[in-house]
């Protein structure tokens, strides 16, 4: 980093996406394989599709008896669902789970949880989801990616650090985003979520943010240099004392000599 940017965040930068993609999958097995891990906070987005390949992979390299511990104790919790669509619509992040994570990991299906997006009463459906992970001990190892406009699960700004898992109405810069899995029809993609709130995602012992790829470098570098403020949800993560931040060159493009 330049001297003239403060750097409120550990920054670990890597050549490209597959390189943080490997670098997070470690992250994630080491914390899987500790003798009663607690819980994981999982993510979806395109920028988690190398990740969780990764760790596939690296989980194919294990020696079978860590194998048997990773899907004997595995217990995750997603940060967020849209709501609208059940768990075998293609562009539910549960299908997206299940055929990146669940079943390539051979993980039983009942130990990779997500809010239920078909739940009649949402807001119920969001507080017993928060008390669930709440009566799991809480998170252990949080993963996070980060929306273009700065949220982190779909906490859209503007957002205070004391949000709490809630359902949410979806920008239009989100929906536009996430159109690719809805056939690339931004008005195909729901309108509405549950998320875990900042409240809960700030309440995990550890924090990994993934960033890559061109298209996050400005919302990254405000990341980086900003005072926290709810125009810009991701930046509440200052206050969290273990956050680490992966992020690829393309994502650092604009943060003077981070590179
Ligand atoms: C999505 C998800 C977030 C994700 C972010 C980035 O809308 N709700 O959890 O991290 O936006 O997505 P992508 O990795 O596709 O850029």
Redesign the pocket.
């Known amino acids: 980093m330049s001297a003239s940017v403060p750097l409120r965040l550990a920054l670990t930068a890597l050549e490209n996406s597959g390189a943080a993609a490997s670098h997070v999958a470690r992250e994630l097995l080491a914390h899987a394989l500790v003798p009663e891990p607690r819980p994981l906070g999982l993510?979806?987005?395109?920028?988690?599709v190398p990740v969780y390949s990764a760790l596939v992979e690296a989980a194919r390299r294990l020696p079978d008896e860590q194998r048997q511990h990773l899907r004997r104790h595995w217990l995750s919790y997603n940060?967020?669902e849209y709501l609208g669509l059940g768990r075998t619509h293609p562009g539910s992040f549960a299908a997206f789970m299940h055929s990146r994570l669940t079943e390539p990991l051979g993980l039983d299906p009942a130990s990779v949880r997500l809010p239920d997006g078909l739940a009649p009463d949402p807001l119920a459906e969001a507080a017993r989801y928060a008390a669930e992970i709440g009566a799991s001990g809480g998170i252990g190892l949080q993963l996070?990616?980060?929306?273009?406009n700065g949220?982190?699960?779909?906490n859209e700004p503007p957002c205070a650090a004391t949000s709490r898992c809630r359902p949410v109405r979806l920008s239009a810069a989100?929906r536009r985003?996430?159109a690719g899995a809805f056939a690339a029809d931004p008005a195909a993609v729901p309108e509405r979520a549950i998320t875990l709130g900042l409240a809960e995602i700030l309440a995990a012992d550890r924090i990994l943010l993934v960033v890559s790829g061109a298209a996050?470098a400005d919302v990254l570098g405000r990341l980086l240099r900003q005072q926290p403020s709810p125009e810009l949800p991701a930046s509440w993560l200052q206050g969290h004392p273990a956050v680490a931040v992966i992020a690829d060159r393309a994502a650092l493009g604009g943060v003077a000599g981070a590179a």
Not at 43 to 48: P, V
């Open positions: 993510a979806t987005g395109s920028t988690m940060l967020d996070l990616g980060l929306g273009v949220h982190v699960g779909f989100t985003h996430n996050k």
